[in-house]
Structure formats: C-alpha cells, structure tokens
C-alpha cells in the first residue's frame, strides 16, 4: 500500500505484508478508529498517528477479504465465504451471511445455480448493502437479516460495486456497465448504454456529489448528472 503526501506527486509505501496473499490488498476504508485495509490474509488496522499495523482479524477463519465498512464504529468485513461483523475491539467477531445458505433473488429466472462471490459492501444511515454476482443483499437490521434488492433491469450482470449518495441514490457498478435505482420503478436503470462503458470495477462521487466517476475495462470515465452520457473520458498515463 502506497500513499501520497502531495495529492499524487510524491508516493511513499506505508504497508509491506509479510507474503503475497498480505500484499493483495482489496479494499481500503477510513473509520473512527484509523485506516482499514482488506486482504487475501484478513483485516488490517493502522490506528490514528501511528505507522504501525495490527491485523484486527488474528485468530479467525476470516480471509481474502475484499471489503471492509465502518459504520457505528463497528466493521464490517465481506469475504470469500460470507460477511462478518466484529465484537468489541475486534474480539468475537461474529458470521451474519453465510454464501452456502444463500438463495437466488426471485425475481430472476435467468440466475444459473453455481457459485457466486460477494464483491463490495457499502451503508447509508439505516441500511447496509452487499454487491453480490448475482444482485444486491441489504440489511436493515445491522447485519442480522439480509434480502435481495430487485433484479429488474439489472440482471443477469454480476455487480461488482456501490456507491451511494447522502440523498439516498443508489449507484451499482456491473459487468455490464453502470446503473442507478429507481426508487418510483423498484427497479434499475441504466444510466449509459455505450459499447466502451462496460466491466465497472469502481465507483466514487466527487464532495458535492454532482459527479459520478466510474472505473472500467475501457478507462475512466465521469458522469455529470445532468448529462445523459459520459461527459468526458480520462485516457490513463
């Protein structure tokens, strides 16, 4: 893991995991407590002012992590096999999805029966939510129950990311391009059907949130949300 000091001129390694599998890292959260990062190894924690890292998942069956959400001052962490939730400073933590127990949303017939990951986990005030290869889980309770978010105009993609706006949209990043839900509909909508804006991997909104920025297989593109197209694609260096 690398971090920048000067808004990307200068960049310094500030995490060295002990093999490959530590260095894989999959995800990278802020939180109360300090900087989070996911793993193929678990969970890793550098507390505020210090440059030192403690792996808050020691002593688990959890790894290959690849999210991690803070929300309440509890984390959250989506693996190989399911979501967790940890007990108080990181002791117990405790299984609330499970991938085997899992079953298709049932608003889609075209789901084929095989195995299937979860790929990112993100909140609003009251709700957690899981992109999954096939839709998206939500819980309302904390974790201790899930169901699936509708399908309708979104499958058969495999979501791969969220992001989600203080104004309560939904943005789902999918293997075949990027879509918002509707609420009115209970359903998604595709917000760009152009050939090159497809394989989302990654998500983010600007700090006005008037602007929607999306990784994909072709380049990185922006969305200007009174626009009806990518306004404008960023070629990498």
């Not at 300090?34 to 790894?63: C, E, H, M, P, Y």
């Not at 690849?66 to 007990?87: P, Q, R, W």
């Not at 989600?164 to 909508?189: C, D, H, M, P, Q």
């Not at 006005?208 to 072709?218: F, K, N, Q, V």
């Amino acid at each position: 893991l690398y971090a920048s000091p000067d808004e990307g001129k200068n960049w310094q390694r500030v995490f060295t995991g002990s093999d490959e599998e530590e260095n894989n890292i999959t995800c990278i959260a802020k939180g109360g407590r300090g900087l989070f990062i996911a793993t193929s190894r678990g969970v890793f924690l550098q507390k505020d002012n210090s440059s030192s890292w403690d792996k808050i998942t020691q002593g688990t069956t959890i790894r290959r992590a690849v999210s991690v959400l803070i929300k309440a001052e509890v984390v959250y962490a989506a693996t190989g096999d399911g979501i967790y939730k940890s007990g108080h400073d990181f002791n117990g933590w405790i299984k609330l999805y499970s991938i085997a127990t899992e079953e298709p949303p049932a608003d889609d017939e075209e789901i084929e029966e095989e195995f299937f990951k979860i790929n990112c986990l993100a909140a609003d005030l009251n709700t957690i939510y899981a992109a999954t290869d096939r839709g998206i889980i939500k819980s309302e309770d904390a974790g201790n129950s899930w169901k699936y978010m509708t399908v309708s105009g979104l499958s058969p993609a495999k979501v791969k990311c969220l992001t989600l706006t203080k104004g309560g949209r939904i943005f789902a990043g999918t293997s075949n391009g990027v879509f918002e839900y509707a609420r009115k509909k209970n359903g998604w909508e595709q917000l760009y059907k152009g050939g090159a804006f497809k394989d989302a991997k990654f998500l983010t909104l600007n700090a006005s949130e008037d602007t929607l920025w999306a990784a994909t297989g072709a380049g990185l593109f922006k969305m200007e949300f009174n626009k009806l197209q990518p306004a404008e694609k960023k070629e990498p260096p």
